[in-house]
């Protein structure tokens, strides 16, 4: 695949000029050895990585620059490096005279850079140290400021370099992170199908389309993703990337982020409040696409999709206090801004019944997903063994309070109130 193809402006049926501003994007055996000609025009620079991510590639970037004026910010790797305030300011002490910000890493390095890029008007460009997110080509940056998980509007990389010979020899966990991102895709588009059909979001075919061939793309390689063979990491690398190009098409992540993401961030902002265990971002999703298709399951079993269950709002939010601690407060006021408990959806959901079974049967079964699992060698019973039953039935129902996105969890909500779905 030419991912550089997919960057031109296309107008689309949609009525929107689909472009992305990333101006190269390599995916090959030695593409650090493009970078002198990359950044021929700049002299200052600043590398920034942690100890992880540099050991993997930092050498071979720094003698692909030999000649230049190069600064390296490397963070530690231990503790588990978290893309928040503290770590911004640590950031941002760096940039006085630099010309371009060169991150060397994967999803957290990449979007502090994008993040501390966009906000001080530095550009930057990514060398790519895993194919473990969809996030190189996104525009949002996932960064945790007052505890809450926001992702904030942010520039795109002026370009990527994505050497397979470095990212197949990434840690196996984080391959396995990268396909479990890729196949969550069949819950976000799903959770794109029924916003649109229930709400009437935005929604582009196109875009749909071409996120979905990059799935069916990648499905087929978890066996020689686990041998680290490079085509199928090639090809599983230009879809994390050709997902990120469709996110900047359609203007946000509904393409390749709902309920899944929403489950995997809920373990990851109650793990850091509560110092508890979480999984890699990309092995949670695909866990959580499990569950969000039980959940869209339970719901096509119903008969109709009249109101089944109902919740005390002084039940709720004492509930949102219990689940998310200090937290909480940001959670509540985040909805009461939506108002997304106030308003009424399910007469939506028995007006455009037939849409909507349509948007939700579009995500494979559990079952189905299960088998994913277990192809790239990961077990649900993992998943189940670190965070518990009771932990995950909380993710089900209030995953959702941390996001402004409407997504199958709030249609199970609005239908089932706090039935249990697993």
Not at 28 to 45: C, F, M, N, Q, V
Not at 227 to 248: C, N, P, Q, Y
């Given at each position: 695949?030419?991912?550089?193809?997919?960057?031109?402006?296309?107008?689309?049926?949609?009525?929107?000029?689909?472009?992305?501003?990333?101006?190269?994007?390599?995916?090959?055996?030695?593409?650090?050895?493009?970078?002198?000609?990359?950044?021929?025009?700049?002299?200052?620079?600043?590398?920034?990585?942690?100890?992880?991510?540099?050991?993997?590639?930092?050498?071979?970037?720094?003698?692909?620059?030999?000649?230049?004026?190069?600064?390296?910010?490397?963070?530690?790797?231990?503790?588990?490096?978290?893309?928040?305030?503290?770590?911004?300011?640590?950031?941002?002490?760096?940039?006085?005279?630099?010309?371009?910000?060169?991150?060397?890493?994967?999803?957290?390095?990449?979007?502090?850079?994008?993040?501390?890029?966009?906000?001080?008007?530095?550009?930057?460009?990514?060398?790519?140290?895993?194919?473990?997110?969809?996030?190189?080509?996104?525009?949002?940056?996932?960064?945790i400021t007052g505890g809450m998980k926001v992702t904030y509007p942010a520039g795109?990389?002026?370009?990527?370099?994505?050497?397979?010979?470095?990212?197949?020899?990434?840690?196996?966990?984080?391959?396995?992170?990268?396909?479990?991102?890729?196949?969550?895709?069949?819950?976000?588009?799903?959770?794109?199908?029924?916003?649109?059909?229930?709400?009437?979001?935005?929604?582009?075919?196109?875009?749909?389309?071409?996120?979905?061939?990059?799935?069916?793309?990648?499905?087929?390689?978890?066996?020689?993703?686990?041998?680290?063979?490079?085509?199928?990491?090639?090809?599983?690398?230009?879809?994390?990337?050709?997902?990120?190009?469709?996110?900047?098409?359609?203007?946000?992540?509904?393409?390749?982020?709902?309920?899944?993401?929403?489950?995997?961030?809920?373990?990851?902002?109650?793990?850091?409040?509560?110092?508890?265990?979480?999984?890699?971002?990309?092995?949670?999703?695909?866990?959580?696409?499990?569950?969000?298709?039980?959940?869209?399951?339970?719901?096509?079993?119903?008969?109709?999709?009249?109101?089944?269950?109902?919740?005390?709002?002084?039940?709720?939010?004492?509930?949102?206090?219990?689940?998310?601690?200090?937290?909480?407060?940001?959670?509540?006021?985040?909805?009461?801004?939506?108002?997304?408990?106030?308003?009424?959806?399910?007469?939506?959901?028995?007006?455009?019944?037939?849409?909507?079974?349509?948007?939700?049967?579009?995500?494979?079964?559990?079952?189905?997903?299960?088998?994913?699992?277990?192809?790239?060698?990961?077990?649900?019973?993992?998943?189940?063994?670190?965070?518990?039953?009771?932990?995950?039935?909380?993710?089900?129902?209030?995953?959702?309070?941390?996001?402004?996105?409407?997504?199958?969890?709030?249609?199970?909500?609005?239908?089932?109130?706090?039935?249990?779905?697993?």
């Open positions: 695949m030419d991912i550089n193809k997919l960057l031109s402006g296309v107008k689309c049926s949609c009525g929107k000029v689909h472009t992305c501003a990333i101006k190269h994007v390599f995916v090959e055996e030695g593409a650090i050895s493009r970078l002198p000609d990359l950044l021929l025009k700049y002299d200052r620079i600043l590398l920034v990585a942690d100890e992880n991510t540099f050991s993997a590639a930092g050498e071979q970037v720094v003698r692909a620059l030999e000649g230049k004026n190069v600064t390296k910010k490397i963070f530690l790797g231990r503790p588990l490096l978290i893309p928040d305030e503290e770590a911004i300011t640590e950031l941002r002490k760096e940039l006085c005279g630099i010309d371009v910000i060169l991150g060397v890493g994967s999803g957290v390095i990449q979007d502090l850079c994008k993040y501390v890029s966009h906000g001080d008007g530095i550009p930057y460009y990514i060398v790519a140290t895993a194919p473990s997110m969809d996030g190189y080509a996104s525009t949002g940056a996932a960064m795109l990389p002026e370009g990527i370099i994505a050497d397979v010979n470095v990212l197949k020899n990434a840690p196996i966990e984080m391959i396995k992170a990268g396909y479990g991102d890729i196949i969550g895709k069949y819950s976000a588009l799903s959770d794109w199908r029924l916003a649109a059909a229930a709400l009437g979001e935005y929604f582009c075919d196109s875009v749909y389309e071409l996120t979905y061939s990059m799935l069916k793309a990648t499905e087929p390689l978890a066996k020689k993703l686990l041998d680290r063979d490079s085509g199928s990491v090639k090809t599983l690398t230009e879809a994390l990337i050709g997902v990120g190009i469709a996110m900047s098409f359609a203007g946000n992540s509904r393409p390749a982020s709902g309920s899944e993401h929403h489950l995997s961030h809920f373990f990851e902002i109650t793990g850091i409040v509560n110092g508890e265990e979480y999984l890699p971002h990309g092995i949670d999703v695909i866990y959580s696409t499990v569950i969000t298709a039980r959940v869209r399951e339970k719901l096509l079993a119903l008969p109709s999709f009249e109101k089944r269950g109902a919740q005390r709002e002084n039940e709720r939010l004492g509930e949102i206090k219990r689940v998310y601690a200090e937290v909480a407060d940001g959670c509540i006021a985040l909805q009461e801004k939506l108002g997304t408990y106030k308003t009424e959806r399910v007469p939506l959901y028995i007006e455009n019944e037939e849409e909507i079974r349509k948007a939700l049967s579009e995500c494979p079964s559990a079952e189905q997903i299960e088998h994913l699992v277990s192809e790239i060698g990961l077990s649900t019973d993992d998943f189940y063994n670190t965070y518990g039953k009771k932990k995950i039935a909380d993710a089900v129902r209030y995953a959702k309070d941390l996001k402004d996105r409407y997504t199958v969890l709030w249609m199970y909500y609005d239908v089932f109130g706090t039935e249990d779905v697993i």
